[in-house]
Nanobody, 122 residues
Framework: QVQLVESGGGLVQAGGSLRLSCAAS??????????MAWYRQPPGKQREFVAA???????NYAVSVKGRFTISRDSAKNIVYLQMNSLKPEDTAAYYC??????????????WGQGTQVTVSS
C-alpha cells in the first residue's frame, strides 16, 4: 500500500510563505504517472480542493488561492510541491497530498497522505 508523505507545514504569520512537499512512501511509485493535487481541510469544515497538476504539467487552482499558491513537481526527485505565498488566516488547515486526481471529473484519486498542518496567525 502506497502512502503519500507530506511535510513543510507549520506556524506562520499572515503575509508569510511556506512550501509543502509530498513524497511517496515507496520508491517504485512514480508521481510522473499521476495527476497530483493538494487538498485542505480547515477546522470544522469539509476537505476542499486547492490545486492540481497534470502529468503534462498543466495546473489549476481554487479561486481562493489563485495567484498566491503554486503547485509544481520535480520528477527527478519524485516530489510534488505547493508553494504558498501571501498566506492568510483563512488558509489555516490540514493540507493533504493526493495522487490520481481526475481533471475531467475534478475528483480526488485513491492515494492520500496523512496531512500536514498549516496555521496562519493574524
Amino acid at each position: 500500500q502506497v502512502q503519500l508523505v507530506e511535510s513543510g507545514g507549520g506556524l506562520v504569520q499572515a503575509g508569510g510563505s511556506l512550501r509543502l512537499s509530498c513524497a511517496a512512501s515507496r520508491s517504485d511509485f512514480s508521481f510522473s504517472a499521476y495527476n497530483m493535487a493538494w487538498y485542505r481541510q480547515p477546522p470544522g469544515k469539509q476537505r476542499e480542493f486547492v490545486a492540481a497538476i497534470s502529468v503534462l504539467g498543466n495546473t489549476n487552482y481554487a479561486v481562493s488561492v489563485k495567484g498566491r499558491f503554486t503547485i509544481s513537481r520535480d520528477s527527478a526527485k519524485n516530489i510534488v510541491y505547493l508553494q504558498m505565498n501571501s498566506l492568510k488566516p483563512e488558509d489555516t488547515a490540514a493540507y493533504y497530498c493526493n495522487a490520481g486526481f481526475s481533471l475531467v471529473r475534478q475528483t480526488s484519486g485513491n492515494y492520500w497522505g496523512q496531512g500536514t498542518q498549516v496555521t496562519v496567525s493574524s
